[in-house]
C-alpha cells in the first residue's frame, strides 16, 4: 500500500540552525501539507502546497519557513535559523484532493525536530 | 474560533469498560469531511475512519463505532471493552469543502489510558 515517508526520524539541531526535513509523498496525489505537533499539544497546520505554489499556510508559517517540491516527488520544509520553540514533530500529509478518498489526508510517520 | 472541539482532555479506565470520546465541530459549510487519528505513544497518526456530511449513518468497526449527528454538530467514538492497546491520543478532526486544499483542523485530543 503505497504511503507518505518521511526523514529523518528524528534531528537535533543546534539553535540558528538551518533544517531541512523531507518527504515523500503518495505519487498520484496533488496536495501536500506539512503539519507540527508540539509535543503534548494538538496537531497544527502549517502549510499546504497544490500545483507547484503555496496553497495556505497559517500564521505559524513565518518567513523562517519554507516548502519546496524540488524534483517532482520530494516535499521539503526548511527552516532557515531554528529556535528552541520549533522544537516539535513534524507531520508531512498528501492528498488525492479528488474522488472517493476527497478530503482524506495521508500522514507520514513525522520527523521529531529537537533544537538545543 | 475552534472548528473541532474534545472537551475531554484525559479518560483513564479498566480494561473492558466501554469508553466514549466526543468530538463537537463548527462550520458553515454544507460539504465537509471528519476523521479521527488514533496516535499512539509511538508519536505517528493512525487514520480511523472518514465521514462526509452526507452520510449519517452510524458506523462500527470491530470494537469502533462511531455516532454522527448533524443535528448537534458531533462525531462520537466509542471503544467498545477496551484493551491497554487502546491506549493513546486520538484526534478528531474536521475537513471543509470551502478550503481549497482540503486541510484538516485538529481537536486538542483526548488521552486514553486503559488500565489493566
Known amino acids: 500500500e503505497p504511503e507518505v515517508t518521511q526523514t529523518p526520524s528524528h534531528q537535533v539541531t543546534q539553535m540558528g540552525q538551518e533544517v531541512i526535513l523531507r518527504c515523500v509523498p503518495i505519487s498520484n496525489h496533488l496536495y501536500f501539507y506539512w503539519y507540527r505537533q508540539i509535543l503534548g499539544q494538538k496537531v497544527e497546520f502549517l502549510v499546504s502546497f497544490y500545483n507547484n505554489e503555496i496553497s495556505e499556510k497559517s500564521e505559524i508559517f513565518d518567513d523562517q519557513f519554507s516548502v519546496e517540491r524540488p524534483d517532482g516527488s520530494n516535499f521539503t520544509l526548511k527552516i532557515r535559523s531554528t529556535k528552541l520553540e520549533d522544537s516539535a514533530m513534524y507531520f508531512c500529509?498528501?492528498?488525492?484532493?479528488?474522488?472517493?478518498?476527497?478530503?482524506?489526508?495521508?500522514f507520514g510517520e513525522g520527523s521529531r525536530l529537537t533544537v538545543l | 474560533a475552534q472548528k473541532v472541539t474534545q472537551a475531554q482532555t484525559e479518560i483513564s479506565v479498566v480494561e473492558k469498560e466501554d469508553v466514549t470520546l466526543d468530538c463537537v465541530y463548527e462550520?458553515?459549510?454544507?460539504?465537509?469531511?471528519l476523521f479521527w487519528y488514533k496516535q499512539p505513544p509511538s508519536g505517528e497518526l493512525v487514520f480511523l475512519i472518514r465521514r462526509n456530511s452526507f452520510d449519517e449513518q452510524n458506523e462500527i468497526s470491530g470494537r469502533y463505532s462511531w455516532n454522527f449527528q448533524k443535528s448537534t454538530s458531533s462525531f462520537n467514538f466509542t471503544i467498545t471493552a477496551s484493551q491497554v492497546v487502546d491506549s493513546a491520543v486520538y484526534f478528531c478532526?474536521?475537513?471543509?469543502?470551502?478550503?481549497?486544499?482540503?486541510?484538516?483542523?485538529f481537536g486538542a485530543g483526548t488521552t486514553v489510558t486503559v488500565r489493566a
Open positions: 500529509a498528501s492528498s488525492e484532493g479528488r474522488g472517493k478518498n476527497t478530503g482524506e489526508l495521508f
Open positions: 478532526a474536521l475537513s471543509e469543502a470551502s478550503s481549497n486544499d482540503y486541510k484538516l483542523s
Open positions: 462550520t458553515r459549510d454544507t460539504t465537509y469531511y
